[in-house]
Nanobody, 125 residues
Framework: QVQLVESGGGLVQAGDSLRLSCAAS????????MGWFRQAPGKEREFVAS???????????RYADSVKVRFTIFRDDAKNTVYLRMNSLKPEDTAIYYC???????????????WGQGTQVTVSS
């Protein structure tokens, strides 16, 4: 069982930066692929970024095309935490951001077993 708690969301202006954090419980954190997803009002939940287990898969990172270059995902296994650094934020980045964990993971949210409660990010123009 893995419990995930996100933090770091807020209201910012276009061009600003934010860092989201996701703290995980459980001893097997380092073996999980961790993902960030987001869901805007009236839209489906979409993939943002993922980072694989470092010792199982070399910590491979993947990004949605819409956030590539601007966002960075990284994990600190010693702290059981995964982060999402978001730079050059745009109004279209406004959404609830969710952290997820899975043994395999990927870009499809349906493949993730554990989810956090989400944190709101609002970017004003």
């Amino acid at each position: 069982q893995v419990q995930l708690v996100e933090s770091g969301g807020g209201l910012v202006q276009a061009g600003d930066s934010l860092r989201l954090s996701c703290a995980a419980s459980g001893r097997a954190f380092s073996s999980y692929t961790m993902g960030w997803f987001r869901q805007a009002p009236g839209k489906e939940r979409e993939f943002v970024a993922s980072v694989a287990s470092i010792f199982l898969s070399g910590g491979v990172t993947r990004y949605a095309d819409s956030v590539k270059v601007r966002f960075t995902i990284f994990r600190d296994d010693a702290k059981n935490t995964v982060y999402l650094r978001m730079n050059s934020l745009k109004p279209e980045d406004t959404a609830i951001y969710y952290c997820a964990a899975d043994r395999i993971g990927g870009r499809n949210p349906n493949r993730y077993e554990y989810w956090g409660q989400g944190t709101q990010v609002t970017v004003s123009s």
